[in-house]
């Protein structure tokens, strides 16, 4: 089946922290994985995706196919991090699989 | 450029009512997808098309929901009738085209939809 798991439903850390958003994910093909945002009263939006192995806002995500992973990871939080983030699977053809969300609060 | 349009932004119905949502897509996209994202969830597809033709509903109620995209442009989603469990933001969005390589998809404001 194909799945995307955020075992973290909020991750709370201090400014300046490391932060480490989780995300698992099932498919038995080759995946394309990425990152989308939901920053408060704005929309749905990507954050990253794992081909262009970019960083974006300080965010970098490396896809682990051993682990089935591609968790999102940042050294040091900012304040403006703060939001809702979305890791989703891309399986081809059509379809676009969202996982159930983290929300990201960083604390002054 | 505009973003994706969509109303109304909020709408409040009793169960067994019909109620109807619209999108505009960003202008020259291709592709259009609704997504169903019910409190604490991520937004689940209901339907995506490409120009005016369905490509995926497997995921829609099709005993209740109905989506069209006429001329391949703007596109409504009807519920009819409404279920308590169909309160949920409902989300549409739109990329440039979609199967191969993966295009970033654009989304709207939301409606957010409330059955009593």
């Known amino acids: 089946a194909q799945r995307v798991t955020q075992p973290e439903k909020l991750l709370s850390v201090f400014k300046g922290a490391p932060v480490e958003l989780k995300c698992n994910y099932s498919y038995s093909g080759s995946p394309e994985l990425f990152w989308y945002v939901q920053y408060s009263r704005q929309r749905l939006q990507l954050l990253l995706r794992h081909i262009s192995r970019e960083s974006i806002k300080g965010f970098t995500a490396d896809l682990n196919k051993g682990e089935t992973s591609f968790h999102l990871k940042k050294p040091f939080a900012q304040e403006e991090d703060s939001a809702m983030y979305y890791c989703?699977?891309?399986?081809?053809?059509?379809?676009?699989?969202f996982g159930a969300g983290t929300r990201l609060f960083v604390k002054a | 450029e505009a973003g994706v349009a969509q109303s109304p932004r909020y709408k409040i119905i009793e169960k067994r009512q019909s109620v109807a949502f619209w999108c505009n897509p960003i202008s020259g996209h291709a592709t259009l997808y609704w997504y169903q994202q019910i409190l604490g969830q991520g937004p689940k597809l209901l339907i995506q098309?490409?120009?005016?033709?369905?490509?995926?509903d497997s995921q829609l109620p099709k005993d209740r929901f109905s989506a069209e995209r006429l001329k391949g442009v703007d596109s409504t989603l009807k519920i009819q009738p409404a279920k308590l469990e169909d309160s949920a933001v409902y989300l549409c969005?739109?990329?440039?085209?979609?199967?191969?390589?993966?295009?970033?998809?654009?989304f709207g404001p939301g409606t957010r939809l409330t059955v009593l």
């Open positions: 989703a699977l891309y399986t081809g053809g059509f379809k676009t699989i």
């Open positions: 098309f490409q120009n005016n033709g369905v490509v995926d």
């Open positions: 969005a739109s990329s440039q085209q979609a199967g191969g390589t993966y295009n970033e998809q654009f």
